[in-house]
């Protein structure tokens, strides 16, 4: 339309939409070689999982061609990985000592985040000013009742920062998985003899033997050097291996399993959910039967029960394990947030213009999708959060229980479990800092969900958390 | 006479609760033809937008339409054949804050029933959806074609409400009280939108309302509904001057103005009641001022009154010859209008 054009022309002029999409441009070229790097990866993880196709193929090549993309935060532009050769050090940034290295790169990633978040809610602005139509919609009324909601700010910083730890895992751990973990006897490093009072070279393994954290007198804590020179910020756990980088892995396997687990369960009963209020009556009760009977099960007996029995299938290999976590948290999960957006939507059925669009012909799924499902997101959101909390209590409890993701994936819970023989000891960061992080991401998702829902119904009281304690399964 | 193009015959439309079937509608029958309006007038819960309702197929569960025939076109629409007149069918709510949604901008919700019924999409779409704005009478229909419907007055709304039936090029429009949540200048102005449409597009209506004077005003024909039946059917004029049934007449009593010599306003005592079962008396009675002995054992048949040209039939036993014997003698005639 004619107005509409004339509309965007005089934005354009503006200017402010060139700075801002240049901007952008600019964000995106420093981590380009990520961005495709977490792309491409995930993709050949993907395809490397279906059984039968070999890993010999031309996969592991184009692997390595996405790798050598540069990248400004990754560990080549600014490594940490150094040695002391008796009068400086060697490899590191800038000659920096690995720790200020270490903490260079982890701090620029963060301030990378906090500039793409600070980018887009600057886009958005730019969007609502400029571009958009109306001069006000009711979601704007949302944003700003939520943008004065310490608790939801809150939550939301500290589910930001998680995710952007999932993110940039393999750039903030001071090593890599890889060469601390899965491969430790292949890779070598150059570390200062102090008594020979020269360079020598060990493999990781060797060297994560000889900095084990296993009470007073063995011990590595947190910001500290081991005997070969490398630096550990949170410190080692029993078995040597760098707690940070196994935490910053574990964030990702965490997250997810957690979003996929959510997302299915959240479109499970978003969509269950519309035709029970659509059709009412029969499809409605049979719907409810099913889902108290789920719901009647108990959920970590069924847990534990499912990931035993199909231990040894396939489905089982696919991000080791945790594909089918998330299946069974899906599965097992959607029952509660069916429950919890059946109201609303049943709600939404009985407004008038459902019965227009049905008087004049609208298709059932048109109906549910166009004029009732924008009314139950926002309970979906909520709901989301919250479970996706729960998600990840459960996911570390199973770990911590030594079941769910196979070792040596990096699991948050089985670090809290293999450092539970220290936790009286001088090596109580093993268990302690993932337990806090757990708490950590775990109220943060919880805040973040009563924010939304604070902003959403203003009417709701946020004292009684009724859905709070939905997530929590195991 | 012109076409026929709505026949309800016997309509049962039944609601099966956990503890009772409640008859909303009772076997009503009746005929809308291409060029009438159909008034269907009631209290609150006499069944009026339950038969709307059916007629357009909208009853959800537990409701049930459990017998009688609705034929439109000669074309039997019980037993889900409604489909294949979506759109010929269309219907005005009476609330137009509930009937838009207010997500989507006012233009958007016409095109969706153009792109289903005149299968136009794009450009084409909007421009038709303007036109159609203009039709209705809404000013500077081009800017208004992409506002949302906060942006619009009451009015305003039912005017893009009405817009939106017509999009679907119907031949029947059903109004559900359209002018109750509207105040009185407002209402004048859509009910003579709606007489302009009518005449124009030779749209047959059904107006339901619960509003006596608006009923005058717009009906043709008119039905009196009392807990699911029809207690009396005339044209309009010959309702006016002539009310039979004692609920007719406590309703023409009860409007403002018609007797002004009285100081109170008369009403009906009590309300409709909600019919259970079968009618095994005259559902009326226990509010009836003129009932006698039979009314409260027999429910009554409807018979033929007045001229035998005019076609005015009424349900109430101090019609009926079989009970004139036992009626009060001169019936609601002795009593005329004073204690009515």
Known sequence: ??????????????????????????????????????????????????????????????????????????????????????????????????????????????????????????GYRLYVEQYRVADWTPRDDVVDRFRSHKWGIFGLLIVFMFVTMAMFAPALGPTTVDQNMRNSYGHQIDYWDSDSQSVETITVGDANLGSLSQGNDRNIGPWEYDDYGRFHPFGTMQNGRDLFTFLMMGSRISLVIGVLSVALSASMAASLAMTAAYYKGRVDLSMVLVSDAIMAMPQLLLLIMLTTVLADTWINEIYSGGFLLALIFAFTGWTYMWRSIRGPALQVSEREWIDAARSFGQRPTTIMRKHMLPYVTGYLLIYGSMTLGGAIISIAGLSYLGLG?????????????????????????????????????????????????????????????????????? | MSETLLEVEDLRTVFHTDKETIHAVDGVSFDVEAGETVGLVGESGSGKSVTARSVLGLVDEPGVIEAGSITFQGDE???????????????????PMNSLNPVYTVGNQIKEA?????????????????????????????????EYPHQFSGGMRQRAVIAIALACDPELLVCDEPTTALDVTIQAQILELLDELQREEDLGVLFITHDMGVIEETADRVNVMYAGEFVESAPVD????????????????????????????????????TSTSEPTSCRFAPRC????GACEEVHPERVRVGDVDTDHEVACLLYDDEFEETAPEGGVEAHGGESA
């Open chain 1, 1 to 122: 339309m004619s107005v509409d054009t004339s509309r965007f022309g005089e934005a354009l002029g503006d200017g402010r939409t060139v700075i801002w999409l240049a901007a952008g441009l600019f964000l995106f070229v420093l981590e380009a070689g990520a961005a495709a790097n977490f792309v491409v990866g995930l993709l050949i993880d993907i395809v490397l999982a279906i059984p039968g196709v070999d890993s010999a193929g031309f996969l592991p090549g184009v692997k390595s061609a996405v790798e050598s993309i540069p990248t400004l935060l990754s560990r080549e532009t600014i490594p940490n990985q150094g040695y002391y050769d008796g009068s400086s050090y060697q490899n590191t940034f800038l000659g920096l000592a690995p720790a200020m290295a270490w903490a260079i790169r982890a701090t620029l990633v963060y301030v990378y985040a906090f500039v793409l978040l600070g980018w887009m809610w600057t």
């Open chain 1, 405 to 474: 993701v196979a070792p040596p994936t990096p699991e948050w819970g089985r670090a809290v479990n293999l450092g539970q023989d220290y936790v009286t000891t001088g090596s109580w960061h093993i268990s302690l800092i993932p337990g806090i992080l757990i708490t950590l991401v775990v109220t943060g998702f919880n805040a973040l969900g009563d924010g939304i829902r604070d902003a959403i119904d203003p009417q709701s009281d946020s004292a009684g958390g009724e859905a709070a304690g939905a997530g929590a399964g195991a």
């Open chain 2, 77 to 95: 629409l019980v037993g889900g054949n409604w489909d294949q007149h979506r759109g010929d069918i269309a219907i005005v709510f009476q609330d």
């Open chain 2, 114 to 146: 153009l792109r289903i019924h005149q299968n136009l999409r794009g450009r084409e779409a909007t421009e038709k959806a303007v036109e159609l704005l203009e039709d209705v009478g809404i000013p500077d229909a081009a800017r208004r074609v992409s």
């Open chain 2, 238 to 273: 010959d309702l006016f001057t002539e009310p039979r049934h004692p609920y007719t007449r406590g309703l023409l009593a009860s409007i403002p103005g018609r007797n002004a010599d009285g100081d109170r306003l008369p009403t009906i005592e009590g309300e409709v009641p």
């Open chain 2, 289 to 292: 001022d003129y009932a006698f």
